[in-house]
């Protein structure tokens, strides 16, 4: 292991966990104070006090509620995740099933549903939880360029014949490019090789909508879409993600979906965060504005750099990764926390800064942003 190790840190792709004080849009670390780009805060919700202590306020802390103690099919089926389900589902007119955590979603839910005389298309560039769920399946597997859609027919046209089902799976926005998938044309291109489409909106879940109810919903495709998962790590600020789909794929999943069945349900305490805090979640349009605002501003003003994508994620390109490494280090020297995400999570020769924005900074922190990139 530790030559192995040694050879990490040589290719300079060695991780380390490092201890740090997420403070609303700040990051402490070793005594200094940083602007965090690199949260997935996308509501600024975890630095909003006043919601913690109404939520506190709130619940009654006299009934046992830090722990589920067992797996939801054996004691663990608390009315809390049965009411946040109820209201979701509501929410979207379609059947919820709650995960503990957009991994354990996308790690159960594929090898569920999948099976042997299937065929599973994802797009190139899906998060690290989609192919290690469709790892664990039976189905064969292949991939499409990145948001080529034509390359993804030319796949279906060769298999639509070969093969009982295809599910075709992407990202609604791109964790790495900060892109979007067209929702609509995956659904046209879906019903005309009678396929089944598989949406991750975790970074679009609480950012992207009317209510933020993510992309599906604000195309009015959630109805065309068999399965979408939303986590609630992210712009939630709490832990958990759901599946939205049909009633009879719910009962599917409850019966065969492992990561569903073998794992302790999650904190009731946790639980009714989520559900209070996703109330919250649609009547915040005015963070939702404002997220699109500095986004545009700090894109606005990094035209001429490497950046990709058009959403509140700027990746913004740098190259190999030592390179990357010394980028983001002159950005922490001028305040500014933004990990460099290099290869292998991303391809070689483009290693990046990934900046997340969250709607509780302000034209003066995008500016201070934009100083540290110069620097
Ligand atoms: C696209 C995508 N899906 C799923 C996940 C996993 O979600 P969770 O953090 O809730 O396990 C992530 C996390 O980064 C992600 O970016």
């Not at 292998?344 to 302000?362: E, H, K």
């Amino acid at each position: 292991m530790q030559k192995k190790l040694n050879e990490l840190w040589e290719k300079g792709i060695f991780r380390e966990l490092k201890t740090l004080r997420q403070n609303g849009i700040y990051v402490e670390y070793e005594g200094k104070t940083y602007i965090n780009c690199s949260s997935n805060d996308y509501l600024g919700i975890s630095g909003m006090k006043n919601l913690q202590k109404e939520f506190f306020d709130s619940i009654d802390t006299g009934n046992f509620l830090m722990g589920a103690l067992s797996s939801r099919l054996l004691t663990g089926n608390s009315i809390f995740v049965e009411n946040f389900e109820k209201y979701v589902s509501e929410l979207y007119g379609k059947e919820c099933l709650m995960y503990n955590s957009g991994y354990h979603a996308n790690t159960g839910i594929l090898p569920a549903i999948a099976e042997k005389d299937d065929l599973i298309v994802a797009d190139k560039l899906v998060h690290a939880s989609i192919i290690d769920g469709i790892k664990l399946c039976v189905s064969d597997f292949k991939r499409y360029r990145h948001n080529d859609l034509s390359d993804l027919e030319r796949i279906l046209e060769q298999n639509v014949n070969n093969y009982k089902s295809i599910y075709i799976v992407t990202e609604s926005i791109f964790s790495m490019d900060g892109d979007t998938a067209s929702l609509k044309r995956l659904v046209e291109l879906k019903e005309k090789y009678g396929g089944k489409l598989y949406v991750d909106e975790a970074h679009a879940f609480g950012a992207v909508g009317e209510s933020g109810l993510g992309y599906a919903y604000n195309e009015g495709l959630i109805d065309k879409i068999e399965y979408t998962v939303c986590t609630l790590g992210k712009a939630a600020a709490s832990e958990g993600a759901f599946v939205l789909c049909s009633s009879t794929a719910k009962q599917w999943l409850v019966n065969k979906s492992r990561t569903l069945i073998f794992t302790t349900a999650a904190p009731p305490v946790n639980v009714l965060w989520t559900h209070f805090i996703v109330k919250k979640i649609v009547e915040m349009k005015t963070q939702r504005e404002h997220l699109q605002s500095i986004t545009k501003r700090l894109r606005n003003k990094l035209v001429g750099w490497n950046i990709i994508g058009n959403t509140h994620i700027i990746p913004l390109i740098i190259g190999e990764n030592d390179k990357c490494m010394q980028f983001a280090e002159k950005m922490r020297a001028n305040g500014v926390w933004a990990m460099p995400v290099r290869y292998p999570s991303v391809p070689q020769g483009q290693s990046r800064i990934r900046l997340s924005l969250t709607a509780a900074m302000n034209s003066e922190h995008i500016d201070k942003i934009y100083e540290s990139i110069l620097a």
